[in-house]
Antibody, heavy 120, light 106 residues
Framework: EVQLVESGGGLVEPGGSLRLSCAAA????????MVWVRQSPGKGLEWVSF????????YYADSVRGRFTISRDNAKNSVFLQLHSLRAEDTALYYC?????????????WGQGTQVTVSS | SYDLTQPSSVSVSPGQTATITCSAD??????VCWYQQKPGQSPLLVIY???KRPSGIPERFSGSTSGNTASLTISGTQTMDEADYYC?????????FGGGTKLTVL
């Protein structure tokens, strides 16, 4: 059974930093690209970042480029999102999701999310 | 920037057919997938690569495309289908979600 479990969220002041983690199980982790998607309270879904299975390809949404860094550790079946220079508008539930097998066109499994709140 | 346009809301009576659209310039050249999200839950993939249905998704869910518009159709809509629905497509090195459609079954 595919499982994705996010952690690392919390309350942080504007300008602060956080490191989100996503632990994966139930599939060959290194064979799948991974993404982070966020959802602000009462709002829609927003794609944040993508990392390929080998970490060779990394992409970011314009809204986070230069402030967030995605990485992965295939030996530990984990993907990470380092958040810097946080703003109030980064407040959201952050999901990690698995890219579908063989093609970067859909995300087939999602975690339950970890809440990030940016407030003074 | 590239925007996927969805209606903000769609209403349907139980047993009827609901259709949710997703449109954008050039969307016909891209694969589209669809997610269902119920309150307090993570998104659930219901259609991928325009028309494919993941294992476990009821047959009443179907996807189609015409030109630059993708559609999610729910035939024989049930009250349990009431949820928010989002389309997703990839542009150049970026994934984009539509704004979401609230489906009301009443």
């Amino acid at each position: 059974e595919v499982q994705l479990v996010e952690s690392g969220g919390g309350l942080v002041e504007p300008g602060g930093s956080l490191r989100l983690s996503c632990a994966a199980a139930g599939f060959t982790f290194s064979s799948h690209n991974m993404v982070w998607v966020r959802q602000s309270p009462g709002k829609g879904l927003e794609w944040v970042s993508f990392i390929s299975g080998s970490s060779a390809s990394i992409y970011y949404a314009d809204s986070v480029r230069g402030r967030f860094t995605i990485s992965r550790d295939n030996a530990k079946n984990s993907v990470f999102l380092q958040l810097h220079s946080l703003r109030a508008e980064d407040t959201a539930l952050y999901y990690c999701a698995r890219d579908g097998p063989g093609s970067t066109t859909y995300f087939d499994y999602w975690g339950q999310g970890t809440q990030v709140t940016v407030s003074s | 920037s590239y925007d996927l346009t969805q209606p903000s809301s769609v209403s349907v009576s139980p047993g009827q057919t609901a259709t949710i659209t997703c449109s954008a310039d050039g969307l016909g050249d891209k694969y589209v997938c669809w997610y269902q999200q119920k309150p307090g839950q993570s998104p659930l993939l219901v259609i991928y690569q325009d028309t494919k249905r993941p294992s476990g998704i009821p047959e009443r869910f179907s996807g189609s495309t015409s030109g630059n518009t993708a559609s999610l159709t729910i035939s024989g809509t049930q009250t349990m289908d009431e949820a928010d629905y989002y389309c997703l497509a990839w542009d150049i090195n970026a994934a984009l979600f539509g704004g979401g459609t609230k489906l009301t079954v009443l």
